[in-house]
T-cell receptor
Framework: TQLLEQSPQFLSIQEGENLTVYCNSS?????LQWYRQEPGEGPVLLVT?????EVKKLKRLTFQFGDARKDSSLHITAAQPGDTGLYLC??????????FGTGTRLKVLA | ETGVTQTPRHLVMGMTNKKSLKCEQH?????MYWYKQSAKKPLELMFV???????ENNSVPSRFSPECPNSSHLFLHLHTLQPEDSALYLC?????????????FGPGTRLTVL
C-alpha cells in the first residue's frame, strides 16, 4: 500500500516564525504536489515539482523534491496568520492517480 | 458559475435512502475525480473519468455508483450507505494526461449517514 506520511500532524506557531513540513514515502512518484485547504473549501494547489532535487520558491514558501523522488519538504519563512490551514502533499502515480498525504494542520497566531 | 461547483453542500441521509451528489466543472477540462475526505484518513481517490470513460476505480464499494454523462458533469449515486461513509466528498477536475497537471477542487459535499 502506497502511503505518504506528513510530519508534523499539527503545528501552532507565532507570527514571524519559520517552519518546515515533511512528506515522506517509500514509493517513487512521478510528481509531487502541495495543496492548502481552508475550512469549507477544497484544496488549492500551491506547487508541482517533478524532477528529483528540484527546488521551487513561491514568495515565502520553498518546496523541495527529494533526489529519489520519494519525499518532499515545504518551508515557510516568517509565517503569517494567512498561512493558517491544512497542508497536503500529493504524489502522482501513472496518468491520473494521486496519493495524498496524511496532512499537516498549521495555525499561525498573531 | 466558475471553477468546480458541487451540490448539495450538505446532505443528511438514512442508511436506506438513495441520493446523488452532483459536480460540474466550467474549466473545459477532460478529467474528473471523486475523492473522500474523512477525519481520520488521508484524502482518498475514489474514481477518475477521462473524456467520460472511467480510468480508475480505487476498490470502492458498490454502494457508491459514479456516472459521467459528459466531460463537464460528474455524479455520485449513493444507496444503502453505512455510518462510516460519513465524510466530505470532493470533486476535482484537471486538464488530464499527466499527474503534473493541477487539480481544481470543488468545495465538497458534507455527507452524514444516520
Amino acid at each position: 500500500t502506497q502511503l505518504l506520511e506528513q510530519s508534523p500532524q499539527f503545528l501552532s506557531i507565532q507570527e514571524g516564525e519559520n517552519l518546515t513540513v515533511y512528506c515522506n514515502s517509500s514509493s517513487v512518484f512521478s510528481s509531487l504536489q502541495w495543496y492548502r485547504q481552508e475550512p469549507g473549501e477544497g484544496p488549492v494547489l500551491l506547487v508541482t515539482v517533478v524532477t528529483g532535487g528540484e527546488v521551487k520558491k513561491l514568495k515565502r514558501l520553498t518546496f523541495q523534491f527529494g533526489d529519489a523522488r520519494k519525499d518532499s519538504s515545504l518551508h515557510i519563512t516568517a509565517a503569517q496568520p494567512g498561512d493558517t490551514g491544512l497542508y497536503l502533499c500529493a504524489g502522482g502515480i501513472g496518468t491520473y492517480k494521486y496519493i495524498f498525504g496524511t496532512g499537516t494542520r498549521l495555525k499561525v497566531l498573531a | 458559475e466558475t471553477g468546480v461547483t458541487q451540490t448539495p453542500r450538505h446532505l443528511v441521509m438514512g442508511m436506506t435512502n438513495k441520493k446523488s451528489l452532483k459536480c460540474e466543472q466550467h474549466l473545459g477540462h477532460n478529467a474528473m475525480y471523486w475523492y473522500k475526505q474523512s477525519a481520520k484518513k488521508p484524502l482518498e481517490l475514489m474514481f477518475v473519468y477521462n473524456f467520460k470513460e472511467q480510468t480508475e476505480n480505487n476498490s470502492v464499494p458498490s454502494r457508491f455508483s459514479p456516472e459521467c454523462p459528459n466531460s463537464s458533469h460528474l455524479f455520485l449515486h449513493l444507496h444503502t450507505l453505512q455510518p462510516e461513509d460519513s465524510a466530505l466528498y470532493l470533486c476535482a477536475s484537471s486538464q488530464g494526461g499527466t499527474t503534473y497537471n493541477e487539480q481544481f477542487f470543488g468545495p465538497g459535499t458534507r455527507l452524514t449517514v444516520l
